[in-house]
């Protein structure tokens, strides 16, 4: 015998969305300082990180050479299609306003960026690019240091920053990590098939 929609509801979404709606206003107002509201907007930026970008690239071509350039290409690939399941897919299958743009909430929200977009706020294409991207590069580097675990800790920061600024909201953060991480995972699968795991040794 099947629950009415109703009452899945009321027993799981509805306390969920309440978390969700809570820890959103705690980090978005309430573990706040001047410092955060300085760089937080920068770092949710794809701009602030072309340096580190093009380290990858110059560090994968200078070290492994045309495996490395197979490597960057994979990278981007997995970028792109992140990208392509999250903001083409599952944003026009499932629409959630953003914090920014809930008419419940919008006016309680401090927005710390110049625009609040009009699509849907689930999943984060910016946690779903980012993991991704973390995921792959660590699995396919796996021998080549400990310094890879701070790529978690970097789309982790970006991640966080985006529902600092009110732009999205944590549910939204962690099914974009989630659906990240298993594309990230999948494509760094297919590369090691393909061209082997990526080592210094």
């Known amino acids: 015998m099947s629950l009415p929609l109703t009452t899945i509801y009321l027993a799981i979404l509805k306390p969920l969305i309440q978390f969700d709606h809570w820890l959103f206003h705690e980090i978005n107002q309430v573990w706040i300082n001047p410092f955060f509201d300085l760089v937080m907007p920068f770092l949710r930026q794809q701009e602030f990180w072309y340096f580190f970008y093009l380290f990858l690239l110059v560090f994968a071509l200078y070290n492994f050479g045309v495996k490395g350039c197979w490597w960057a290409v994979s990278l981007i690939m997995t970028a792109i299609v992140s990208d392509l399941f999250s903001s083409q897919l599952i944003k026009h299958l499932i629409f959630r306003?953003?914090?920014?743009?809930?008419?419940?909430?919008?006016?309680?929200?401090?927005?710390?960026?110049?625009?609040?977009?009009?699509?849907?706020?689930?999943?984060?294409?910016?946690?779903?690019?980012?993991?991704?991207?973390?995921?792959?590069?660590?699995?396919?580097?796996?021998?080549?240091?400990?310094?890879?675990?701070?790529?978690?800790?970097?789309?982790?920061?970006?991640?966080?920053?985006?529902?600092?600024?009110?732009?999205?909201?944590?549910?939204?953060?962690?099914?974009?990590?989630?659906?990240?991480?298993?594309?990230?995972?999948?494509?760094?699968?297919l590369y090691r098939k393909q061209f082997g795991t990526l080592s210094l040794k």
Request: overall charge positive; proline content about 4%.
């Open 97 to 189: 306003f953003r914090p920014c743009r809930n008419p419940d909430i919008a006016d309680q929200v401090r927005v710390l960026v110049n625009y609040c977009p009009q699509n849907s706020s689930f999943t984060s294409s910016h946690a779903c690019n980012h993991f991704a991207a973390a995921w792959f590069i660590f699995i396919t580097l796996n021998q080549t240091g400990s310094w890879r675990w701070l790529l978690f800790a970097w789309a982790f920061i970006i991640c966080y920053a985006q529902v600092y600024v009110g732009v999205h909201f944590p549910l939204d953060i962690l099914g974009g990590a989630i659906l990240g991480t298993t594309i990230g995972y999948g494509m760094s699968i």
